[in-house]
């Protein structure tokens, strides 16, 4: 009896994770085709209210964020990119929404302009 009651507890346990969550990768554009960002330090900010501070990996991820199931906003900043747009993103129950962002690198003048803003601020 105390098996069969470990089992369906177990069993109600399980069933009751649903995880849900994004897998973050960050590209550039080149010549057309999307060219992962490797070991460049980002900021990731989701619904204005989440801020990571996060490395992309070789292959340009920067990871996974766990989040409720639902309709989301994300946007990626760095200090030699553009910022992203935001964009807006669906997360589904018990599922990994795989999400790229394409980033903008400065010219050697916007990057100098970046610094002088980000000093003032």
Known sequence: MKTLVKS???IAFVGSL??????VYINEKVNGIDIPIERVECE????????KKKTSQNDGSIGRFSLEKGKHRIKASSEEFQDSPVIEFIVNESKTTTLSIVLIRLTPTQLEEKKKKLKKD
């Open 8 to 10: 369906t507890l177990l």
């Open 44 to 51: 990731i900010t989701i619904n204005d209210s989440i801020v």
């Open 18 to 23: 649903k995880a849900q969550s994004a897998f």
